[in-house]
């Protein structure tokens, strides 16, 4: 029997909260698409320029790698129907995780559920609570959740500060173990981790570094293999983060390193163990992405430029733009209310552009998230850039 008054009191509560978040401009809401990803979506029936999705290199859509998800359900069924260690493993997982491996040049690689699995999976399996975490403070929330459940203790360094994250570990030398985490593309500002300043720092303090290429794989590197390996840091960095669900287009998270490092994963990480493994199409559509991803180099020069152009615009006509160095380009607004009212302007005329505020940014740092894709032409830019000259006017961000 249900006890009314409890539920009554229960929902009360939570619209209040709900409520709280409407006076603050920070309550979010769904907005189903009639349809897939792509440089344009449906909403309502409606065709927009969508500009914010992770799915830098268009690889969702592609017919490889549709063709491979669509193939795979069919041969293989919809799901894996166990977890790994179970009978949950396919040769199609295995010869994925060898795929990354190569793409990461690194001696083994696991897959598992996301990325955020990941995150909260291997930092408790690497420290407790006699190490210390230094964690960049915008770091991912998964990274902040894999810190709080390893129940290390954590130090927040200030962002992307090398000195400061050294003074707090020169003050940290009675701890067991010490690991440092970044982010090496911060997935709200599109700005670099100091790489090779981290591992130096990490070398000199016999410290073990782990980073999240969540935003860099597929996009930085010769091959796409991220950010590490652009650097020629792949030696020096301990364990290597993904995801197989942004620039790859599919869905999953791996670790990337030693053999050993993947083995622990294997037998320690909560969120590998005991949960299913992925479906067949999720795995087959990583790999033809892996191998789209040499075949056509075209598209990360393609993202590339499309940054570069929209910078340089949307810089031109009075925007300010936060300091990327990847195609991440966030528009800063300051005011949660006032970032909402400038996308609503930009939906209003065909641009799909959603608001980031906090608790996902920092308080007074709401922005546009702008992300290019490979597959948007340049009639596609041009119109989103008019569209924000006109919504900029409306709303008093540009004069």
């Known amino acids: 029997m249900v006890d009314t008054a409890q539920r009554s009191s229960l929902d009360h509560v939570l619209q209040a909260g709900l409520e709280d978040r409407d006076r603050r401009a920070i309550r979010r809401r769904l907005h189903p698409l009639d349809g897939g990803i792509g440089p344009r979506v449906t909403i309502d029936g409606r065709s927009v320029i969508q500009l914010c999705s992770n ?3 268009g690889l969702a859509a592609h017919p490889a ?23 949950g493993t396919s040769t199609a997982h295995a010869a994925l995780e060898r795929d990354i491996a190569a793409l990461k040049q690194t001696e083994a690689a696991v897959v598992l559920s996301s990325g ?20 960049d403070e915008l770091n991912h929330a998964s990274l902040i959740d894999g810190c709080r459940l390893s129940r290390a203790a ?21 701890f067991r173990r010490r690991l440092m985490v970044s982010e090496t593309v911060f997935g709200m500002d599109g700005d670099l981790a100091p790489l090779a300043d981290l591992v130096a720092i990490a070398q000199r303090h016999d410290a073990w570094i782990v980073v999240d290429e969540a935003h860099a794989t597929g996009v930085f590197g010769r091959s796409g293999g991220g950010l590490v390996s652009q650097l020629g840091l792949t030696d020096a960095v301990d364990v290597q983060i993904g995801t197989l669900s942004k620039a790859l287009g599919s869905l999953g998270g791996y ?36 191998a789209v991803l040499a075949a056509e180099p075209e598209r990360r020069d393609r993202v590339w430029s ?8 949307l810089t031109e006509i009075g925007f300010r733009l936060g300091p990327s160095r990847s195609p991440i380009l966030p528009v800063l607004v300051g005011h949660a209310d006032r970032a909402v009212r400038l996308s609503e302007a930009l939906l209003a005329r065909g641009v799909l552009v959603p608001a980031i505020r906090p608790p996902t940014v920092p308080d ?16 596609d830019l041009a119109a989103a850039v008019d569209a924000f000259a006109a919504a900029g006017r409306e709303t008093g961000h540009l004069r």
């Open 55 to 57: 799915d830098y290199l």
């Open 65 to 87: 790698v549709r063709r491979a998800a669509a193939d795979a359900a069919l041969e293989h069924g919809a799901g894996a129907g166990s977890a790994r260690l179970i009978v």
């Open 116 to 135: 955020y699995h990941a995150n909260t999976g291997v930092l408790p399996i690497l420290a407790g609570p006699e190490d210390v975490i230094f964690s």
């Open 154 to 174: 954590v130090r927040i360094y200030r962002h992307a500060d090398a000195g400061h994250l050294e003074r707090l570990l020169r003050e940290a030398e009675s």
């Open 255 to 290: 670790v990337a390193g030693s053999a050993a490092l993947v083995d622990w994963v294997i037998n320690a990480a909560r969120t590998f163990i005991y949960t299913t493994a992925l479906p067949p199409a999720a795995v087959a559509a990583a790999r033809a992405a892996i």
């Open 306 to 313: 499309h940054a570069t152009w929209l910078r340089e615009r």
């Open 364 to 379: 007074g740092t709401a922005r546009l998230r702008v992300a290019p894709m490979a597959t948007h032409t340049e009639n």
